[in-house]
């Protein structure tokens, strides 16, 4: 029961205590185990699908340098359609080639012929939730090892000593050997052999913007903070594409380093204006240093107020209120 609590998980829910023979063994959930292992850092994700025999027709699996699966899931399952196997993929994050495992049910059979609850004997087919574990724990095998990933592994390879018994007939892929470019705690030292610049403002402003007229402008010379605000959020979306744009990562850092320092400076300037009875410009009157405008961000839709006096990006710098009602 102690043991059963320790993983964190609900009883009944995420983690369950199966008796096998007279010894009482703490089993968990696989897509709790796929949790876990995310949660220690092993994976962005990891995800589990049985395949049948109605799916075959859109089924492809491609390895080599880019690895990946096409799989459409029937939307009418055809009835007498049987289970054909089932694959795991582990995303390990942007700019790596996620882990895939596939194994067709001839192979998930030879492990599960070994299994004290769940062989061929007393479950004539394989519940497809069986398959995807199984995948789940073959596709844990394969990731980059890591300190805070061993005791989840280790877990899972205890659950499976007492689930299983005998000797596996299909050979156990080897766990991947952790790559030269990330350390035991599992951070990415790319690059590390050039001295990484130490992310503050000065760095920031360095950024340049990826796109539009401005492109190649350092992002030091924007002014307008709901400019940055519009970048933060078009980098964001980037960063969660597969092939999203390769610079997101920095865009985001940089934007919320500049973005309270932008905020900082227009609160003053608004305090000096309305200490010295000025009226404040529009924030998208001026976006960069040298006077010119920034174009509207991909996919974003104008986010300027026109009822507070505000033009869109790319017009031109607005006049305050006051300064056009004539005679005032």
Same mark, same amino acid.
């Not at 470019?181 to 990415?188: E, F, I, K, P, R």
């Given at each position: 029961?102690?043991?059963?609590? =320790?993983?964190? =998980?609900?009883? =009944?829910?995420?983690?369950?205590?199966?008796?096998?023979?007279?010894?009482? +063994?703490?089993?968990? !959930?696989?897509?709790?185990?796929?949790?876990?292992?995310?949660?220690?850092?092993?994976?962005?994700?990891?995800?589990?699908?049985?395949?049948?025999?109605?799916?075959?027709?859109?089924?492809?699996?491609? /390895?080599?340098?880019?690895?990946?699966?096409?799989?459409?899931?029937?939307?009418?399952?055809?009835? /007498?359609?049987?289970?054909?196997?089932?694959?795991?993929?582990?995303?390990?994050?942007?700019?790596?080639?996620?882990?895939?495992?596939?194994?067709?049910?001839?192979?998930?059979?030879?492990?599960?012929?070994?299994?004290?609850?769940?062989?061929p004997q007393k479950h004539a087919k394989c519940p497809p939730w069986y398959a995807c574990k199984t995948a789940i724990r073959q596709v844990c095998k394969l990731l980059p090892d890591s300190p805070k990933l061993r005791p989840i592994l280790a877990q899972m390879r205890d659950e499976e000593a007492a689930e299983l018994a005998g000797e596996a007939?299909?050979?156990?892929?080897?766990?991947?050997?952790?790559?030269?470019?990330?350390?035991?705690?599992?951070?990415?030292?790319?690059?590390?052999?050039?001295?990484?610049? +130490?992310?503050?403002?000065?760095?920031?402003? +360095?950024?340049?913007?990826?796109?539009?007229?401005?492109?190649?402008?350092?992002?030091?010379?924007?002014?307008?903070?709901?400019?940055?605000?519009?970048?933060?959020?078009?980098?964001?979306?980037?960063?969660?594409?597969?092939?999203?744009?390769?610079?997101?990562?920095?865009?985001?850092?940089?934007?919320?380093?500049?973005?309270?320092?932008?905020?900082?400076?227009?609160?003053?300037? /608004?305090?000096?204006?309305?200490?010295?009875? *000025?009226?404040?410009?529009?924030?998208?009157?001026?976006?960069? /240093? !040298?006077?010119? +405008? =920034?174009? *509207?961000?991909?996919?974003? *839709?104008?986010?300027?107020?026109?009822?507070?006096?505000?033009?869109?990006?790319?017009?031109?710098?607005?006049?305050?209120?006051?300064?056009?009602?004539?005679?005032?």
């Amino acid at each position: 029961m102690c043991r059963a609590l =320790g993983t964190g =998980g609900v009883i =009944g829910k995420d983690v369950y205590i199966v008796p096998f023979g007279n010894q009482p +063994t703490v089993m968990t !959930d696989y897509r709790f185990e796929a949790k876990l292992v995310v949660a220690a850092g092993g994976a962005r994700s990891i995800d589990a699908t049985p395949v049948y025999s109605d799916e075959l027709g859109s089924f492809r699996i491609t /390895k080599g340098s880019a690895p990946s699966i096409e799989h459409s899931p029937a939307i009418r399952p055809d009835p /007498k359609r049987e289970l054909v196997g089932a694959y795991a993929i582990a995303f390990l994050g942007f700019n790596h080639a996620p882990i895939i495992r596939w194994m067709p049910l001839a192979e998930i059979e030879a492990i599960r012929v070994r299994s004290r609850e769940w062989n061929p004997q007393k479950h004539a087919k394989c519940p497809p939730w069986y398959a995807c574990k199984t995948a789940i724990r073959q596709v844990c095998k394969l990731l980059p090892d890591s300190p805070k990933l061993r005791p989840i592994l280790a877990q899972m390879r205890d659950e499976e000593a007492a689930e299983l018994a005998g000797e596996a007939e299909f050979p156990v892929e080897a766990p991947a050997a952790r790559p030269a470019t990330v350390d035991a705690d599992g951070v990415d030292l790319e690059y590390e052999s050039e001295p990484k610049p +130490t992310r503050d403002a000065t760095w920031a402003a +360095t950024i340049t913007i990826p796109f539009g007229e401005q492109k190649g402008k350092p992002l030091g010379d924007v002014r307008s903070v709901s400019y940055l605000n519009a970048m933060g959020s078009w980098a964001q979306k980037q960063a969660e594409l597969p092939e999203g744009f390769a610079g997101a990562r920095d865009l985001i850092d940089a934007v919320a380093i500049l973005l309270p320092i932008r905020k900082a400076e227009r609160e003053a300037e /608004k305090a000096a204006q309305a200490a010295a009875e *000025v009226p404040v410009a529009p924030d998208a009157g001026e976006v960069f /240093k !040298d006077g010119s +405008t =920034g174009p *509207v961000l991909p996919g974003e *839709v104008e986010h300027h107020n026109a009822a507070r006096g505000e033009l869109p990006l790319g017009d031109a710098p607005a006049k305050p209120r006051d300064a056009v009602r004539g005679g005032r």
